[in-house]
């Protein structure tokens, strides 16, 4: 019985800017259903409750690199790396194939099993397992563009919840309800049963479910289960050896290390308890697992663990993403031992249009455009401003079709709206000032489902991206718009554009793709200008200055570029700033930038947000050094006059609005600040467990 | 509880009476499968009658001697008895029986309308079939062609209630994912899983924090919006109501 947050756009005076703070983007996380870590690659797939995919780059400092978008009835339960490859499997009795140049599924192929709870690939990289409801266990080969159907293992009564490979490939461990089944991988003979023993007390009558199971080379396997036990058996003989009861609630997931010397288990406190396989004695005989370290990260259920070489990487009910880097195998106090949460998208899902002064808030399944309130009064810096008129919603566009919101787009004067599935791709026409909508029917045939959508800032062009990182161009007109051209990059790039950026006087076109490739355009002669040196980092955020024409890169390790088009080369200030370094503690910052504007009023300026913070970076005040306090605005408003000349650097840091999804600038100078706080994001998750504390 | 199933007597006479009872019982159950109690009745109550008054004679004296073929013939006697009692039943039975069944039918035959109508009904029904198969790759046309069939015949009445209604496409996949979902869900947040609210725990949280503040419904303004004015409310009457005495 939670009420979400009315609506509330309060401006308030600051320094010199009006602030609309906007918190009514309702905007729900989905819960982490499942997630898979490659070695190989560094790169960790997580699956979504809504179905959505996210692939981070945990070797670029955690950036969430792709994002492929949900679909209804998708139901993901499991994840799978095989090699370069994405498999996942769902209630819906599908295992689907990704394809993650394009960010759509490649194929999929149905299981005839029903649902399936579970997907597992042998060590060589040649079979998929998958468990279903109707208690088979099927083996798919891995083939080169597809998978095909092998045979089934024996029929079990009782669905399999989970099941492991042993590393010989030979064997496999399937949980179930009340037991644990063990496989000869090549008869397809279940060869032993393991008796798993049900709760105490009232959990007596439920049957235990084997919610997650791992096989390891020495013939041990590892199994967890609702009653709260993790358990660990004789998988040659079929003996119980050990059972550590960690919960009184159900233990959702396990993990084991490449070295098999370190497990993780996720239990539905929230809490994600480490063994190891260790000796008690110094020589390395009767080693034994041990239970070591209890991490309580999150509120609510963990459904998804992955544990990499030196972190663990837990998700589940409260939506947060977290790593915790395990303090034996990184160097204590340093950034690198830090724990890092990912609550929100890297990527913006407000689009603001600056001369009409409505936004646009993408879901994954409608669209909602709300026009900003009025004020006319003017305060002290801080003080709240009285509101005209209130914020109003204009229009909420629900999608067609069974294919979440891949990316939307508004265009500057508010008059066209456009948005793209994986499958489809609409344009939109507003009139009387963004109220009434009505569909363009007539697009050209080239305009296909696009990663990332652009309008030019006036308004008669949209720029849409397409495979192999190009750039289709077309001309917005009603009734019919007409195909301009396609932008292409120099041959080989495969990867999908996820930054795409127009320039004020509609000259020049800046894309970036996730191999940190970066291009720009020439719009008048639709040709690529230049290509700006690859930084190793993927790029998080860039704009292009309206009179200077510099290209601003931001990169996801947070470093700072400025690149002049016309000159083609990095300007002074940006080699100033590399050569001095930036300060360490905004080198430390945990978040991306997603926006990077400008301050129509003083061209020295750029304005970059991140969640926590915006910061307006003054090019013509001297940069801060390693000594310098970073985050000194509070202390030189209490300084007088004089003195604040002599302190004051370039970076002006704002940390009094968070969370922050958009920060923009509108053309009345007007700050557009749209905060989405976490509590009113907790406050609607679902049921956690019940604690019991003394004194309460 | 049958009739003289059951004698109970502490003297030897029972034991002697009894054994030649089961063998009687014995042989007889082999012969037929079941032993109809009543006959059971008719044999032991003879037996009784018959050693009673063997017994009666004397204690001291020795059993009579009974030849083979007597008892041979006794035995047979007494099978034959109780197979014709038993087939005798089975005949009762079967004409209660049958007597019922032409009683229901024709209650039945009261209770249908005439056959006319039957014959209507039947044809009517046969067109629904096939309607409702080649509905199963429902069009829009289709389901219209469906309702205006039965607009015509709305015009005769047919007893009983019932309503039309368009069959929903769910096919046998979506119905097994909402199967499996409900499992989760069940597992997770169903009865015995002690779960608690949002509410509950963040205001935990502010408690037991190191900033201590109230429960989270009267930290955040638009918590609980509904109680809240409940609350107001019930304040307001009760305070009507104090009013309205001292007035």
């Given amino acids: ?696 | 509880m049958q009739g003289g199933g059951r004698v109970r007597s502490r003297s030897l006479s029972v034991t002697m009476r009894r054994s030649a009872m089961t063998l009687q019982n014995n042989m007889a159950k082999n012969q037929r499968g079941e032993a109809a109690p009543s006959s059971r009745m008719t044999g032991r109550e003879r037996q009784m009658g018959g050693f009673s008054l063997l017994l009666e004679s004397s204690d001291d004296e020795g059993p009579e001697e009974v030849t083979f073929e007597d008892s041979k013939a006794d035995a047979r006697r007494s099978m034959k008895r109780a197979l014709d009692t038993a087939r005798r039943e089975k005949e009762l039975l079967k004409e209660k029986r049958r007597k019922r069944q032409e009683l229901f039918q024709e209650q039945k035959k009261r209770k249908l309308l005439s056959a006319e109508v039957l014959e209507e009904i039947d044809s009517t029904k046969q067109e629904q079939s096939h309607v409702k198969a080649a509905e199963e790759e429902a069009e829009p046309e289709e389901v219209e062609g469906r309702k205006r069939n039965w607009k015509q015949n709305a015009a005769r009445n047919l007893k009983g209630n019932y309503t039309v209604t368009t069959v929903k496409q769910s096919t046998l996949a979506s119905s097994q994912l909402k199967a499996a979902e409900d499992f989760l869900h069940s597992r997770m947040y169903g009865p015995g899983s002690r779960r608690t609210t949002s509410n509950e725990m963040l205001s935990l949280e502010n408690k037991m924090g190191k900033n201590k503040s109230a429960a989270v419904q009267f930290v955040k303004k638009n918590w609980a919006c509904q109680k809240k004015a409940k609350a107001e409310k019930l304040k307001k009457t009760w305070i009507h109501m104090q009013q309205i005495p001292s007035s």
């Avoid at chain 1, 915006?614 to 050094?625: G, N, R, V, W």
Wanted: proline share 4%; aromatic share 8%; glycine share 6%.
């Fill in chain 1, 1 to 696: 019985n939670l009420n979400v947050p009315k609506a509330r756009n309060r401006k308030i005076q600051m320094g010199e800017f009006k602030v609309h703070r906007i918190r009514f983007f309702d905007y729900m996380p989905s819960a982490i259903r499942a997630m898979a870590f490659s070695t190989r690659t560094e790169r960790l797939a997580l699956a979504r409750a809504d179905g959505a995919l996210e692939i981070f780059n945990f070797s670029d400092n955690y950036f969430q690199e792709k994002v492929l978008p949900g679909h209804d009835g998708r139901a993901v339960e499991a994840l799978c790396w095989v090699g370069p490859r994405l498999f996942s499997a769902g209630l819906n009795g599908e295992i689907t194939e990704y394809d993650l140049e394009n960010l759509r599924p490649r194929y999929t192929v149905d299981a005839y099993g029903g649902p399936i709870w579970t997907i597992g690939v042998n060590s060589q990289g040649t079979l998929l397992a998958v468990g279903c409801e109707d208690g088979t266990v099927k083996m798919f080969e891995v083939l080169k563009e597809r998978i095909q159907f092998q045979r089934n293992l024996d029929r079990q009564r009782g669905r399999i919840i989970s099941l492991s490979w042993h590393p010989s490939g030979t064997l496999i461990a399937a949980g179930m309800m009340d037991m644990i089944r063990i496989f000869d991988a090549e008869t397809g003979r279940a060869t032993h049963r393991l008796v798993v023993d049900r709760g105490a007390g009232a959990s007596k009558s439920k049957e235990v479910v084997v919610w997650s199971i791992a096989f390891l080379s020495d013939y041990t396997i590892i199994s967890s289960d609702s009653a709260g036990k993790v358990q660990i058996w004789d998988g040659l003989n079929g003996t119980l050896i050990r059972t550590h009861l960690i919960t009184k609630w159900d233990v959702l997931a396990l993990s084991v290390s490449q070295d098999e010397s370190s497990l993780v288990a996720g239990t539905s406190e929230g809490t994600v308890v480490q063994f190891q396989f260790l000796s008690s004695t110094v020589d390395r005989l009767d080693k034994d697992w041990v239970r070591t370290r209890t991490f309580k990260n999150h509120s609510h259920d963990v459904r998804a663990l992955a544990h990499t070489e030196t972190a663990v990487v837990s998700g589940g009910m409260d939506t947060q993403l977290v790593v915790r880097p395990l303090l034996d195998k990184v160097e204590k106090n340093t950034r690198e031992s830090a724990i890092r949460k990912v609550s929100f998208p890297h990527r913006s899902l407000v689009c603001c249009a600056k001369k009409a002064g409505v936004l646009l808030f993408q879901f994954p399944d409608h669209l909602e455009l709300w026009r900003l309130g009025e004020s006319d009064g003017y305060g002290k810096p801080g003080g709240s401003l009285p509101v005209k008129r209130g914020p109003e919603k204009l229009i909420q566009l629900k999608r067609k079709g069974e294919d979440h919101i891949c990316c939307s787009a508004l265009s500057p004067c508010g008059g066209w709206l456009a948005y793209s599935t994986v499958t489809s791709f609409r344009l939109y026409r507003l009139l009387n000032g963004s109220i009434s909508i009505c569909k363009v029917s007539k697009l050209p045939k080239d305009l296909r489902p696009a990663h990332q959508l652009c309008f030019s800032t006036d308004s008669s062009k949209l720029f849409a991206s397409s495979s192999n990182s190009s750039v289709v161009v077309v001309a917005l007109n009603e009734p019919e718009c007409k195909y301009l051209g396609t932008l292409k990059a120099k041959y080989g790039c495969r990867q999908p554009v996820h930054l795409l950026s127009a320039s004020e006087n509609g000259k020049w076109l800046a894309t970036a793709n996730t191999d940190c490739e970066v291009h720009v355009y020439n719009l008048d002669k639709l040709k690529l200008h230049c290509t700006v040196p690859v930084y190793g980092s993927c790029p998080t955020a860039m704009a292009i200055h309206p009179t200077t024409s510099n290209l601003v890169v931001v990169h996801a390790d947070q470093q700072i570029f400025e690149y002049s088009l016309v000159k083609k080369e990095y300007t002074e200030w940006s080699r100033r700033l590399q050569k001095q370094g930036l300060h360490s503690l905004w080198l430390e910052r945990d978040t991306p930038i997603t926006h990077v504007t400008f301050n129509p009023k003083n061209p020295a300026h750029i304005i970059v947000q991140d969640l926590f913070m915006f910061c307006i970076i003054d090019k013509s005040l001297p940069l801060p050094e390693a000594k310098n306090v970073l985050y000194n605005q509070m202390t030189l408003r209490s300084l007088p006059e004089p003195d604040r000349v002599l302190h004051s650097h370039g970076f002006k840091i704002c940390k009094d609005f968070q969370h922050l999804l958009c920060v923009s600038l509108l053309e009345d100078h007007s700050l557009v600040v749209v905060e989405r706080p976490l509590l009113d994001i907790v406050s609607q998750l679902p049921a956690p467990v019940r604690q019991k504390k003394f004194a309460t």
